[in-house]
């Protein structure tokens, strides 16, 4: 009451109400924001207030989230969500493919709003990307490219990538896990792969038999059984490892746009929500690739693979310490010809070890310990 005054009339002049939100530093504001990190939650964010709308675009830690991948021979870029499933089944060598961001009316007004170029063209940006403004079909989706939904990021630092899913179409209990990095070209690949996975049930087993999961239970002697060579093992691997170098090309040629428009990067990742790939570039590989422009396979839109050198290490049976067990476990390093090699033991041996996260980097520094197979093969 004691806050209340009358004016010269005698009517009753309230206060201004008071928006606690403003006694906030920005600083704090952006902190919280960066631990948001989601470009949708974020887009959300940037409706709140104006000053909101100010703050997000300097948000630096971004997460991109996206819910399809859609061929580059699909007809029509607005399917619906159902038509948006990726088939896990396709293999990536015959459909090359390209991101895009989808969402329902309300939460991409949100990001429409806020990668709008200018306060001014707000709405015309909106009803450009809706198409029927009003009179949108609420049950419709829109798309997105994440290149669109980063554009008016204007200090990003950190910014991750998530696929809806792996693009290897692999069999059920198979394992199947890359990891790659690159500057204007591959700089590094790591592979790990296993015919089977079985879990631990309960505590460790010590007598597990030792037996030859793509042969008829050899005894492993620490070399390759000559069963791997006849049975498809070596042939399997090959595809492998051939199938991941693509995938992970394919993701790399798509980065382009994105590391060429945003200068402040200082990490980009590139995954999937199975685990299957990382595609990784640190400040060093994100300037290489803005001052080198990238060598484009002639026959398909994914950064030209160079000639590499390649070293394998093969187990028949690989017990890890938690008691799971990899039957015909196999790790595949990778690195260009023209590089010096990098020793995958001792101080150089980091970027191997560190590639998996755990229990599979255990299983890298085991691997790494068995008889190495060099290999070559040629730029695709």
């Not at 906030?24 to 104006?50: E, M, Q, T």
């Not at 090309?249 to 299957?276: C, F, M, N, W």
Request: hydrophobic share 40%.
């Amino acid at each position: 009451m004691g806050l209340l005054r009358s004016d010269l009339n005698g009517r009753m002049i309230y206060p201004e109400p008071i928006d606690h939100f403003d006694r906030l530093p920005d600083s704090l504001l952006l902190f919280i924001f960066n631990n948001i990190g989601d470009v949708k939650a974020l887009g959300r964010c940037s409706l709140v207030s104006r000053r909101f709308h100010t703050l997000v675009p300097q948000v630096d830690n971004v997460v991109v989230r996206v819910d399809c991948v859609i061929s580059d021979d699909d007809s029509t870029s607005s399917s619906t969500s159902s038509g948006c499933s990726s088939d896990k089944s396709r293999h990536p060598i015959s459909s090359l493919f390209r991101l895009v961001f989808s969402g329902l009316l309300k939460p991409f007004q949100s990001i429409t709003q806020f990668i709008s170029i200018s306060s001014k063209r707000g709405a015309s940006s909106s009803s450009a990307v809706l198409d029927d403004g009003d009179d949108f079909d609420k049950s419709v989706v829109t798309h997105h490219s994440p290149t669109q939904v980063l554009k008016n990021f204007n200090e990003i630092k950190l910014l991750r990538v998530e696929l809806p899913s792996g693009e290897l179409g692999i069999d059920d209990g198979v394992l199947l896990k890359w990891r790659a990095e690159f500057g204007s070209t591959l700089d590094n690949c790591i592979i790990l792969g296993a015919a089977s996975v079985i879990e631990p049930v309960g505590s460790s087993s010590s007598g597990c038999s030792v037996e030859n999961a793509d042969g008829n239970g050899e005894n492993d002697n620490g070399s390759i059984p000559d069963s791997f060579y006849t049975n498809g093992g070596l042939k399997l691997r090959v595809v492998w490892t051939i199938s991941s170098l693509i995938a992970a090309s394919a993701r790399h040629y798509l980065l382009q746009p994105i590391v060429a428009e945003h200068k402040t990067l200082d990490s980009l990742v590139l995954t999937d929500a199975d685990g299957q790939g990382v595609l990784c570039m640190n400040r060093e590989q994100l300037e290489e690739l803005r001052v080198k422009p990238l060598s484009a396979s002639s026959a398909s839109k994914r950064t030209l693979v160079p000639a590499l050198n390649m070293r394998l290490w093969y187990a028949p049976h690989l017990e890890l310490p938690d008691g799971t067990v990899l039957k015909g476990a196999t790790l595949v390093a990778i690195r260009p010809s023209e590089q010096p090699k990098k020793e995958v033991l001792g101080a150089d041996g980091n970027w191997v070890e560190a590639a998996f996260e755990e229990p599979y980097g255990t299983a890298a520094r085991m691997l790494v310990k068995r008889r190495t197979y060099c290999l070559e093969m040629n730029s695709f």
